[in-house]
């Protein structure tokens, strides 16, 4: 299996402004740029996307992960929020927080941190990433 995402850009680092799309169209030229990377203009930013796609990689690990332990969750919502910090002359991202929210019917505290882990370390994203990766799970009954 193979997906793409292309993007273009126009002018300088500051002024300049570039469009991103995705292979499946749920992008469509979305705008992004100096201002929306680094302060809170209109679009989105490579982060936002790492994080989303962080997100939803680790939520699905967590769902897999639940099936082979024998439990079937109500609902799992994760939030990733991705770190970009100067390091030296080089921007990095250097961590993400992970927070989980999940009710699972019948999980014990530790079957369910457990099988959190599990999806922490070995969803594809999170494989991909060199930076620190953190998690918060909280299991609601």
């Known amino acids: 299996m193979k997906r793409s995402a292309s ?3 126009q002018g300088s680092i500051k002024e ?3 469009i991103i799309s995705t292979q499946s169209g749920v992008l469509e030229e979305a705008q992004y740029g100096f201002n929306t990377r680094f302060e ?3 679009g989105t930013n490579p982060e936002e996307l ?3 796609a962080h997100a939803g990689c680790f939520t ?3 769902a897999a992960q639940l099936g082979q332990a024998g439990m079937t969750a109500d609902s799992l919502k ?3 929020t991705v770190t970009l910090e100067k390091v030296g002359s080089d921007f990095t991202i250097t961590a993400v927080h992970l927070d989980l929210l999940a009710k699972i019917p019948g999980a014990s505290q ?3 941190e457990a099988v959190a882990n599990h999806a922490k370390l ?3 994203v999170s494989k991909l990433l060199n930076a620190k990766i953190t998690l918060d799970a909280r299991l609601e009954n």
Do not use: H, S
């Open 122 to 124: 070995n969803c594809p």
């Open 110 to 112: 530790q079957a369910f």
């Open 40 to 42: 809170n203009g209109p």
């Open 78 to 80: 994760t939030t990733a």
């Open 60 to 62: 699905m690990a967590m």
């Open 50 to 52: 790492i994080g989303a």
């Open 16 to 18: 300049g402004k570039g």
């Open 7 to 9: 993007a273009a850009w």
